[in-house]
C-alpha cells in the first residue's frame, strides 16, 4: 500500500512568469524524512514530495495526477506551519476532487491546533493525527490496509464515523527510545532529494544547504510568542518538559549527514534539563571525525563549557545564536524565558570571542507591552553591541500571532487585541494579511512597522553608525527617519 507525505510551501507567482517561486516554508518540517523512513521499516513504502521542488522541476506539475498515477492510497499533508493553510488545504482539495477514494490525512502543529475547525469546515480532510505522530500513523495504515471502518482504537487521532467527528485520546508520545530509533536523515525518502538540498534546504540568501537537526522534542519554557513553547506543547503534544534521542542516535545522524554531503547543519533546540548533554554530543562527534560547520540556537546563555567544546567540535565559521530580544531588561523578563541581564549577555559575548565562535543576536519589534520608547532603547542598545563587538552579527524579526502562544492563549494577560482569533483567519489568502495578527495598544502598528524597518536596517548597517540614530537621539521619534540615511552608499541594500 503506497502512501506520500507532501510538503507545500507557501507559494507566490514568479515575476518572470515560470514556475511558482517559494514564499515560506521551503523547508519541510525535520520529522518528515523520520516518518517516512519508521513507516516504510514497518511495511509501508513512504515517500516525501515537496512540492516547490516539483514545481521548479516542471512547472506543469499536477499533484492529483501524480498521487492518480502512483496509485496512492494515504496522501498525508504536511500542516505545520499556520502560513501553509490556504496552499496546503488548496491542493488537498483538488486531490480528493479527482480522487475521491484517496484517505487525505492532515498533521502538523497548525492541523493539530485546528483540528476540531478543519474537520468541521473542511470536508475532504478524513483523518488529523494531533501531535507526535509515529505509532498512531503506523496503526492507521495498518488498519486502512485491513479494510477497518473502525479507527477509535488509534491514538491521537481524529476521524470521521458516518456523518459525526471524533477525536481519539491523545495519550501517545515518543519518548527517548523511539526518537533514538528514527532516521532523521533519510535523504533516499524524498523525491528529489539533491535537488531539495540544493534548492530549498536554507535560509535567507546564504544558498549553501542546510541541515535542521533537532533531537529532541519540547520545551521548558514559555516565551509570550512562540507556538512550540511549554504552552504550547502541552495543547498540542500533552507533553511537559522535553525528550531527547541518545548520544548515540544523534552522532550517527550527523555522520549520515556529512556523507551526504552536506556541511552545515543547524541545531535550534537547546536542552535545558541536562547541561552535559552537548558537550557528551560533541565529544562524539570528535571521536568520530565529523567535520561541519554549526549553528546552534541556545535558549539560555551557554555556559562556559558549552562555548569551549562547540568552539573545538566545529568547523570555522560556527554560530552560537542568542535571542535578546530587546534591550530593555523589563520587557524582555515579561516576554522572553528564561531571562538573562545585558551584563551577563555581555560576559557571554566575551567568552564567545576569546573562543573565536560567531555570535548571532536576534532582536523583535512588537512585543507585548513594547513603546517607542522600547523600540528606540533597543536601536540604541544594538548600536553599542556594533561597537563594542564588530564581529557579532545582528538580526531583526518582527513579531507573528502563531496558534497556540501564550499571546494568542492569553491576549488579555499581554495587552494585545488579536486580529486572528479562528482558524478561519489563518485560513484566508496569506497575501492578503497585511499585519502581524495583533495590535499592541503601547505601540501603533504604524510605528511598530517602521520600528522594525529601521531595527532591519541597523542590523544590515555596513556604515560606522547609521545616520537615523542621531535624529532618534535628537528627536525621540520613529517616523520618516529612513529619509536620514539616503545620502549613503549603502542605502538600497537597507530599505530596499
Known sequence: MKSLFIHIPHMRA???????????????????????????????????????????????????????????????????????????????????????????????????????????????????VRGDAEEPLRLLMTAVKNGAKDFSKIPNLSWRKDRETVHNPQTYLADSAMLSQLDFAAFSRIRHAREYCRDFSFIGDM???????????????????????????????GREGQCFMSIESAARTLEKVAAYGITRVLLPMDNCCDATYYPRLFSLIRKRGIRLTAEFESFSLPSHEFIESFADTFMPGSSIDICPETGSEQLRKRNRSPFFTNSRMFSTLIEMDRHRVKAHLCFTSGL???????????????QL???????????????ELEPASPMYLYPKSYGIKPLRKKFRDFRSDYEDIRSPGYTIGSLPYRQWKQAYA???????????????????????????????????????????
Open 14 to 128: 514568479a515575476a518572470n512568469g515560470n514556475h511558482p517561486e517559494c514564499h515560506d516554508a521551503r523547508i519541510m518540517a525535520v520529522g518528515l524524512p523520520a516518518l517516512a523512513a519508521y513507516l516504510s521499516s514497518n511495511g509501508f513504502p513512504s515517500n516525501i514530495l515537496h512540492l516547490g521542488v516539483e514545481k521548479k522541476l516542471d512547472a506543469k506539475f499536477s499533484l492529483p495526477r501524480l498521487l492518480e498515477k502512483e496509485k496512492c492510497r494515504l496522501a498525508l499533508f504536511s500542516l505545520h506551519w499556520h502560513f501553509q493553510t490556504p496552499d496546503v488545504l488548496r491542493e488537498l482539495t483538488a486531490s480528493k476532487r479527482r480522487l475521491p477514494g484517496l484517505a487525505a490525512v492532515l498533521g502538523g502543529f497548525t492541523a493539530s491546533f485546528f483540528h476540531k475547525e478543519l474537520m468541521e469546515t473542511v470536508p475532504e480532510v478524513d483523518f488529523i
Open 207 to 237: 544558498r549553501q544547504p542546510e541541515f535542521y537537526f533537532v533531537p529532541g522534542r519540547g520545551c521548558p519554557f514559555s516565551c509570550s510568542f512562540c507556538g512550540g513553547g511549554a504552552a504550547a506543547q502541552r495543547h498540542l503534544t
Open 368 to 382: 507585548a507591552g513594547e513603546t517607542p520608547k522600547d523600540a528606540l532603547f533597543t536601536m540604541h542598545f544594538m
Open 385 to 399: 553591541l556594533r561597537e563594542k563587538f564588530p564581529n557579532v552579527q545582528l538580526r531583526a524579526s518582527c513579531v
Open 454 to 496: 529601521l531595527m532591519s536596517a541597523l542590523s544590515r548597517c555596513m556604515a560606522k553608525k547609521p545616520a537615523f540614530l542621531d535624529s532618534l537621539e535628537n528627536s525621540g521619534k520613529l517616523d520618516g527617519l529612513s529619509g536620514m540615511c539616503k545620502a549613503c552608499n549603502w542605502y538600497k541594500s537597507c530599505f530596499g
